[in-house]
């Protein structure tokens, strides 16, 4: 994309043109004009550091994305008039359609987050007084909400979908030109986010348990799946779903299967007892797009996770314990991924191996967003906006629906 603003040398380059052109003239007309020249001279290096200070960058795990100028904010020491105690949060949307969810993330933090998170940070009901501002993409409008900005506030984009989803759903505003410089932060499951929002953390235990972890006279089946959003697939999710039965059993539950979902978790949790691996296949390969299909349904069951997702291994990798997942994308067909399957099946030993990590880690709580904003609201306050166009692009973190991860 385009940078808003001029590079230096562009502007200085420039000036140089007028200055020459402004000699001739001098020298034809036989005037003088040094004033001038001098004039010009001394707007150009005022030019060069004008737009030197404004281009302001930062590093992230994975790409540079640029923070541009945004003018009205200054560090917390400087700020005379914002009023006075711990920093404040408050919401600049709805969430999915009603408060319901922010109410949930506000009790969690009243009763224990903001205990456990380290940070001290009251929620709010008046946006116009908070020092951060969360808005739940999804919800945003198609212009931008009318709320008056103090120059201290951090605006912050939340999402938990992948750039695919969010464009097909209809709710992306991230390309929108009013939304594009919108935002100080980010708060997504992608790693280089401002707050990052994986849906599952997993620690190491204070001390080490030791099992069972699931019992082998139990597992009757081979793998199942929950699988009822059957519209939006842009990895050809249910072709290698369907390619898979060919070779081992698999029992889908939910609208897109023949066997009904259960509502209570621990009815749905009670029946991985029966099965040795769970397919925690997402719809897109997105960057860091890893939901609960892999945590909730894979590594807090009694079933192995057959991870299909992520950019890569490491995106899994990095949000799971070691040795707890068959990751799909390393066999070159579903048939292969099938024999694999078989084989740790038929091998109590090695199929043992992937619960070995239950005795070390143990799941966190999820990465909270007011813990994260409140943090960030301590520790860092970046001056400018992210580029939101560019961060939530589709072309730069998901593969596209043709790419050829299995045959």
Same mark, same amino acid.
């Given at each position: ?5 001029? $590079? ?69 020491? $400087? ?157 050809? !999710? ?37 099965? !040795? ?35 890569? !291994?490491?995106?899994?990798? !990095? ?89």
């Amino acid at each position: 994309s385009q940078p808003a603003f001029r $590079q230096p040398s562009v502007g200085v380059k420039g000036a140089s043109k007028r200055n020459e052109k402004m000699l001739r003239f001098c020298r034809l007309h036989r005037i003088q004009c040094t004033a001038a020249v001098l004039l010009l001279t001394l707007l150009s290096l005022l030019s060069f550091f004008f737009w030197s200070e404004t281009e302001i960058a930062v590093n992230t795990a994975e790409s540079n994305i640029q923070l541009q100028p945004q003018r009205h904010l200054k560090p917390a020491s $400087q700020i005379k008039d914002r009023p006075a105690g711990p920093p404040r949060i408050s919401f600049g949307t709805k969430y999915f359609g009603d408060n319901s969810g922010w109410k949930d993330y506000t009790t969690r933090w009243r009763e224990n987050g903001q205990r456990s998170c380290g940070f001290d940070c009251d929620i709010v009901p008046d946006p116009a007084i908070a020092d951060a501002v969360l808005f739940h993409g999804r919800d945003l409008p198609s212009k931008p909400p009318k709320l008056q900005r103090k120059y201290w506030q951090y605006w912050v984009y939340m999402n938990m979908e992948s750039p695919l989803s969010t464009k097909s759903y209809g709710y992306d505003v991230s390309s929108a030109p009013a939304y594009r410089f919108l935002f100080n932060w980010t708060a997504t499951t992608m790693l280089e986010s401002s707050v990052h929002m994986p849906y599952g953390m997993w620690s190491l235990r204070d001390k080490p348990v030791e099992g069972p972890f699931y019992s082998p006279q139990k597992k009757r089946y081979m793998a199942y799946i929950a699988f009822s959003n059957c519209k939006y697939s842009y990895n050809g !999710r249910a072709e290698k779903i369907a390619e898979l039965k060919r070779y081992i059993d698999v029992h889908v539950y939910g609208k897109c299967g023949d066997r009904a979902l259960p509502k209570d978790w621990n009815v749905w949790r009670k029946i991985s007892e029966e099965y !040795r691996f769970y397919l925690s296949f997402e719809n897109a390969f997105c960057r860091d797009y890893i939901t609960e299909k892999f945590h909730n349904n894979g590594l807090d069951s009694q079933a192995v996770p057959v991870a299909f997702g992520g950019l890569s !291994r490491s995106d899994y990798e !990095r949000v799971s314990p070691p040795g707890s997942f068959v990751y799909a994308l390393d066999f070159p067909s579903m048939r292969q991924l099938a024999e694999h399957l078989k084989q740790l099946a038929a091998d109590e030993a090695q199929y043992a191996s992937y619960h070995e990590w239950k005795k070390r880690y143990e799941i966190s709580p999820r990465s909270d967003l007011l813990c994260g904003t409140c943090a960030r609201l301590h520790k860092d306050r970046s001056v400018g906006v992210f580029d939101l166009s560019r961060f939530y692009d589709i072309k730069r973190n998901c593969r596209p629906s043709y790419y050829k991860y299995l045959v």
